[in-house]
């Protein structure tokens, strides 16, 4: 018999760039300059990227990472206010198997001549595979590749 269990946690990770929010904002909504930066560092095998920028559209994200079994980020936009905000709620899978639902919210705020991105993410994560610290660690990951792609494009 499994062990059903389920966490709920919150977490916020934030990143000044040196980028106008119009820069951020397209390197988070363009599906071209997205797929060269949201991707798994440590995922050696090329994945699948399809995003529908629009309330009410989906973005899927594959990659095999180290551990052999597909991992699945299945998104829907639910709100998005140019160059100000994006909200999406998504599902992540380790094969078929749904180990958290989440509800993010990525606002940019002009800070200088730069931009903050603060981002929250609201979690469940279920049964176990996956934990809240775990997610942080990798949102910030994610969030720094960003800020490369950005430094890169300047």
Known sequence: MTNR???HSTFVVE????????????????PAAKRR??????DPTPGRHEMDFR??????????????????????????????????????????TRVSVSLTTIELVAEGNGTRLVMT?????????DVSATREHGT???LDALGAFLSAEA
């Not at 990143?15 to 363009?30: C, E, T, W």
């Not at 930066?37 to 440590?42: A, I, S, T």
């Not at 993410?121 to 595979?129: K, S, T, W, Y």
């Open 5 to 7: 269990s389920v966490v």
């Open 15 to 30: 990143r000044l760039y040196p980028a106008a929010p119009s820069r951020v904002f397209f390197a988070l909504s363009n």
């Open 37 to 42: 930066w949201f991707v798994d560092p440590h």
């Open 55 to 96: 309330v009410g559209g989906k973005e899927v994200n594959a990659g095999c990472p180290s551990d052999g079994q597909m991992h699945y980020f299945n998104a829907v936009y639910q709100d998005i206010v140019p160059d100000q905000r994006i909200v999406y709620s998504y599902e992540l899978l380790f094969g078929e």
């Open 121 to 129: 993410e609201q979690g469940a994560f279920l049964d176990g595979p």
């Open 140 to 142: 910030g990951e994610l």
